[in-house]
């Protein structure tokens, strides 16, 4: 047998070694909670995030009768429930992109009450991404939100309050 075939086998076995020892972060590499300080404004906020066990953000509420839910955020979708203090809450899960390592959404939050014979209104668009480095979990939230008031006679809006959030998190233990 010459060297030529030898050969082609033996790099044959260290591409697959190389591409084996290579593989992309598994959705497991997300999973659980991740705390650390982001950014907003120039102040730093103390920012908490939850994954499941198959890396999608997971999302917390409590209801007006004091029910506490979590829900994985893996698919588009809505969810609708009335928080405590009453009005209607509304997240709109626009888009979720799962990549290794990471995951991205989009959500459309809304909240209306009316109280007194006024409507309150308030938007909020989120781009979130989650992304793991080296250093831990990098976080990056552009937030749009708005907020109305109003009463028979029509409404008015505030100024739009746009804000991003950035960071690194740490996993917790």
Do not use: C
Not at 58 to 64: G, P
Not at 74 to 85: A, E, H, K, W
């Amino acid at each position: 047998m010459s060297i030529a075939p030898r050969l082609g086998v033996f790099v044959v076995a260290l591409v697959s070694v190389l591409l084996l020892s290579a593989q992309p972060a598994r959705p497991e590499d997300l999973s659980g909670s991740w705390r650390g300080t982001v950014t907003v404004e120039g102040q730093a906020v103390e920012f908490t995030a939850t994954f499941s066990e198959n890396g999608y953000f997971l999302f917390t509420y409590e209801n007006n009768q004091g029910f506490v839910r979590t829900v994985e955020l893996s698919t588009p979708g809505q969810i609708q429930f009335v928080p405590p203090g009453g009005g209607v809450m509304t997240m709109a899960v626009a888009s979720v992109v799962k990549r290794p390592g990471g995951v991205a959404y989009v959500l459309h939050t809304g909240f209306e009450r009316t109280s007194g014979g006024y409507l309150e209104q308030q938007y909020v668009t989120e781009e979130a991404d989650y992304g793991l480095t080296t250093g831990g979990l990098q976080v990056r939230i552009v937030s749009r939100a708005a907020s109305y008031f109003g009463d028979r006679g029509g409404s008015t809006g505030g100024p739009r309050n746009d804000r991003v959030y950035e960071g690194l998190l740490k996993k917790l233990p």
